[in-house]
């Protein structure tokens, strides 16, 4: 019974560049959330999805952060024109349900923009 | 907005002593969830353990167990028998009930095991 899986594990970009980061939810699960953690922070929530459909984006950044959680294939957190400042490690997370059942996390991405 | 506080950048422990990670939360709330990961080295988030806000009694998984006070707005964790497996940051989290669904984080405690 496959985990939460994220790839690539470590991505390293150059500023200006374009990171796309995937995330496959664990089996039968079908709301992935995406969260953020600065360095020496915790984990910021980005964004909540379901099959097709963004059900809140209240964390992401209104500029250059996309996601995407089509009806085949994983989910992908797609960042545009990358800076300095978006160096920080992704994780992605799944649950069955929404509302009462708990997110299992990947190992998430860590991003490195030089 | 939810808040998730915790105080104590860093603790240590013996092992095979116990230790309390403490957090406390703002919320208007009546039903919520609360929870603990743990963070290794590896960053992976591994869920430590979870309390229903409806629930009265204490959640107890193995040597983890919480101390919940709705009242007090108070989520603490106690790490009984610590084993230097345990040595991680640990993350107290809070949850809605609706379909929002989002998780707010503490910052924090980073546990240091001794022997």
């Known amino acids: 019974n496959a985990g939460v899986m994220q790839n690539p594990r470590h991505l390293v970009r150059r500023r200006g560049q374009e990171a796309r980061l995937r995330c496959s939810p664990m089996?039968?699960?079908?709301?992935v959330y995406w969260y953020r953690q600065l360095p020496e922070e915790g984990l910021k929530f980005m964004v909540y999805l379901q099959k097709e459909n963004i059900i809140d984006e209240s964390g992401m950044p209104k500029e250059r952060f996309s996601a995407e959680f089509p009806k085949e294939g994983p989910s992908i957190l797609r960042i545009q024109q990358v800076v300095r400042g978006d160096s920080a490690a992704y994780f992605c997370a799944s649950s069955r349900l929404a509302g009462t059942d708990t997110q299992y996390f990947g190992p998430g991405t860590r991003l490195t923009v030089l | 907005a939810q808040t998730v506080t915790q105080s104590q950048p860093e603790m240590s422990v013996q092992e095979a002593e116990t230790v309390t990670l403490s957090c406390t939360y703002d919320?208007?709330?009546?039903?919520?969830?609360l929870f603990w990961y743990k963070q290794p080295p590896s960053r992976q988030m591994i869920l430590v353990i979870r309390q229903e806000a409806y629930k009265q009694q204490n959640a107890t998984e193995n040597r983890f167990s919480v101390n919940f006070q709705k009242a007090a707005k108070s989520f603490s964790l106690k790490i009984s028998d610590s084993q230097l497996g345990d040595a991680a940051m640990y993350f107290c989290a809070y949850r809605s009930t609706g379909t929002a669904s989002k998780l707010t984080f503490g910052t924090g405690t980073r546990l240091q095991v001794t022997l």
């Open positions: 919320t208007s709330e009546s039903d919520y969830y």
């Open positions: 089996k039968g699960h079908s709301h």
